[in-house]
């Protein structure tokens, strides 16, 4: 108890002015919906907890035989000759025959497995759709143009043009020094009655340069921002000092500026109809929307519904839950297109789906219950499959007969020109660490021995022979400078691994005794 007690009394939430506060105790805890009993039950807890794994962490030893393995293991390094056989170079030119294509697909049948299927009929209404019979009284449009004015300013523009000097990031003071000395004899020329443009294409280091570093209109926040600062202060036909920007060194001429305007009512009336039909049409889709559901449901025919309300009704074709993508639908409806048809009723009739541009109706009007297809409906894939396997086991027996020949002392080059590798190379030297070609390559190249000195691993691509060409050992010289750092990463994971192993047995139900006088002690 008096554990417990300094533990929550050191406790900065529960401080005030540096020292324990029962009141500040009590209100925090109260805030968060526990009391003072049930608060210490768990921090005496914690600290039984904590005792128990000093206890278990506490018996974990490393000797200087583990430490010195740990350091040999981790820097050790090999070199290794490999050679990549495709599984593309010993696909057959043929197809399978058919009895042999019937025994493949009679042995791997449920890789053929469908799933349930279903085709869909659906229809969308968007906003859009809509428009036509939607109208908006004059006396809206003149509201909606006094009540969003601030949308129909066009902000001031100018029509500029530049000559830029370059500076590259890493450029010294002198760099940048004749950079700006370079403009500054430009912009002379330029302020002394030289055309601007024929400055630009010769001197201009932008892509503008070509066509006299004409810039074209542009408003704000469409270029950084000491160059738009700098353009906006000039009156048409001014040349600015030399600025920077991180680009590097500008001039700019101003050859026009159009003032801000504010569109008048007939200029913006194209904007604010398509704006309130959009709003309408949202609500007219909506209705509409609900409005046909009821209707299929009550009518049970999708296509008459429909029909009748001049919607155009498309059909999906056949597809399973795994399709990502559904012919004709949405791609941002797929996912609920998909989990809507597979939960509709024996009528097939989905619920009203919103999407972002719309609402889409559907009714399944077909089903294809899981199972194994019969061959012909799948020849293609098995054919593919079949193929596909044949070539794996011809690259697979191409590289058993090269580790075959290379185990019997026949050199790497001549055993690899045997089998028909065309990728082949020698690694530099690697550790454990290091990932060569793939985690896989390395892993298995470390397996290799005098006795055993090659192996094949497959790949995505075909199946890589290794062969052991040498073996550095550790430096030993650099050990010692790292010994006890290694000591001290080996003691924390025995620790960690006793711990944790602790705790999978307290989970799996294990009988642990806690020796209560040992812990009273601690």
Known sequence: DKEVAEL?????????????SSRSYEAILAQNRMNPALFESEQRKMLMIQKLQKIIQDSAKVTDEEVHDA??????????????????????NNNPSE??????????????????????????????????????????????????????????????????????????????????????NILKEARGGADFASLAMK???????????????????????????????????????????????????????????????????????????????????????????AEIRKTKDFR???????????????????????????TDLNKRFSEEAFSAGEEGIGGVIKG??????????????????????VRPAVI??????????????????????????????????????KDTGTTEPFTRDQTIISPDFT???FTLSQKNPAVFVPMEKGFYVISLKEKEPADETAFQAVREEMKKALLQNKRDTLFISWLNQIRKGAGIDVNQELLDKM
């Open 8 to 20: 929550i009394e050191s406790i900065p939430s529960f401080q005030e002015n540096g020292a324990f």
């Open 71 to 92: 350091y040999v293991h981790k820097n050790e390094k090999i070199v290794a000759d490999y050679a990549l056989i495709t599984f593309q170079d010993h696909r057959p």
């Open 99 to 184: 009895p042999d294509l019937e025994k493949y697909f009679a042995k791997h049948k449920d890789d053929f497995r469908t799933q349930e299927q279903i085709n869909v009929i659906f229809s969308t209404i968007t906003p859009q759709d809509l428009f036509n019979e939607i109208r908006i009284p004059e006396e809206e449009i003149k509201k909606y143009y006094s009540g969003h004015s601030s949308e129909f300013i066009q902000p001031a523009k100018v029509h500029a043009r530049h000559i830029l000097i370059r500076v590259p990031d890493d450029a010294g003071k002198e760099t940048e020094k004749a950079s700006r000395e370079k403009l500054i």
């Open 203 to 293: 001197y201009s280091e932008d892509s503008t340069a070509s066509r006299g570093g004409d810039l074209g209109f542009f408003g704000p926040g469409e270029m950084v921002e000491h160059f738009e600062r700098a353009a906006f202060a000039l009156k048409p036909g001014e040349i600015s000092p030399v600025i920077r920007t991180p680009f590097g060194f500008h001039i700019i001429k101003v050859e026009q500026i159009q003032e801000e305007k504010k569109k008048t009512l007939n200029e913006a009336r194209d904007d604010i109809l398509r704006e309130l039909k959009t709003d309408s049409g949202i609500k007219l889709a909506r209705k509409k929307a609900r409005l046909l559901y």
């Open 304 to 330: 008459k519904t429909l029909g009748e309300a001049k919607i155009p009704v498309r059909e999906t074709g056949f597809f399973s839950r795994k399709d990502a993508l559904i012919q004709g639908v949405p």
């Open 356 to 377: 972002e541009n719309g609402y889409v109706l559907l009714q399944v009007i077909g089903r294809k219950a899981p199972g194994i297809p019969p061959l012909n409906e």
């Open 384 to 421: 593919e499959a079949a193929r596909e396997e044949m070539a794996k086991a011809g690259a697979e027996m191409r590289a058993k007969t090269m580790v075959q020949s290379l185990q019997n002392k026949t050199p790497f080059h001549e055993a690899a020109d045997k089998a028909g590798a």
């Open 443 to 445: 892993k298995t190249a």
